[in-house]
């Protein structure tokens, strides 16, 4: 299957600072990936999906300006997630398609904002 | 994509089988099975997908019931590693935009191993 690598794994941030996200498709060219938030103790929830070279479509509720996206090549989407807020806290997850229908995901950011 | 149900929780012992059912009634022709698990503080695993016939993996096995309204994955011998949630996704396989679309997960089946 694809391996999709995350980074990082856990940040800690100041309230009104930035935050960028990478995800990375190691073996395969990734055309489309998505980003998920999953609170805890909760499913996860699609934010929004990303498209190499144009731009991204977010899911309803969610705030483009906020979650920056930016997929410039077929492998690596970022997500930045701006002015970040104590709820802003959650644990974001990157997926890309396989070559089949299933999907990868990385390993997930838990990001925390105090 | 349609709708599943699948129990909140289950418990199993280890080194036994474990039976992880999903109700899917209002699947359609082109809906695949999927299925994926998510151990602690990690994203979600990809586990096994299926259309119609059962399918075998090194990971599980997956049965799929003659009018496609349920599935039910196994574990053959569960292990405390395999303690995790388990979502089961239909996921539209069909040209117009299968796979294209992002995956709708439920709550899934907390599965607990007992040593």
């Known amino acids: 299957g694809a391996v999709v690598s995350q980074h990082p794994s856990w940040v800690i941030c100041k309230s009104g600072t930035s935050v960028k996200i990478e995800c990375r498709s190691l073996?395969?060219?990734?055309?489309?990936m998505f980003w998920y938030r999953q609170f805890p103790k909760q499913s996860l929830m699609l934010m929004a999906t990303s498209n190499e070279g144009s731009k991204a479509t977010y899911e309803q509720g969610v705030e483009k300006d906020k979650f920056l996206i930016n997929h410039a090549s077929l492998t690596l989407s970022t997500l930045t997630v701006t002015s970040a807020h104590p709820e802003d806290s959650s644990f974001y997850i990157c997926?890309?398609?396989?070559?089949?229908?299933?999907?990868?995901f990385g390993q997930g950011t838990r990001l925390t904002v105090v | 994509d349609a709708k599943t149900t699948q129990p909140n929780s289950m418990e199993s012992n280890e080194e036994e089988p474990v039976h992880l059912p999903c109700n899917h009634s209002?699947?359609?022709?082109?809906?695949?099975i999927h299925w994926y698990r998510q151990l602690p503080s990690q994203g979600p695993e990809y586990v096994i997908h299926g259309l119609t016939s059962n399918v075998n993996n090194r990971m599980a096995s997956l049965a799929i019931a003659e009018d496609r309204k349920s599935s039910t994955l196994i574990l053959h011998r569960a292990t405390l590693r395999d303690a995790a949630v388990y979502y089961c996704?239909?996921?539209?396989?069909?040209?117009?935009?299968?796979?294209?679309?992002?995956?709708?997960f439920g709550k899934g089946t907390h599965l607990i191993i007992q040593p």
């Open positions: 997926s890309t398609r396989g070559r089949d229908t299933e999907a990868f």
């Open positions: 209002t699947i359609s022709g082109t809906d695949y």
């Open positions: 996704i239909l996921r539209d396989g069909s040209g117009s935009g299968g796979g294209a679309d992002g995956l709708t």
């Open positions: 073996d395969f060219q990734a055309t489309t």
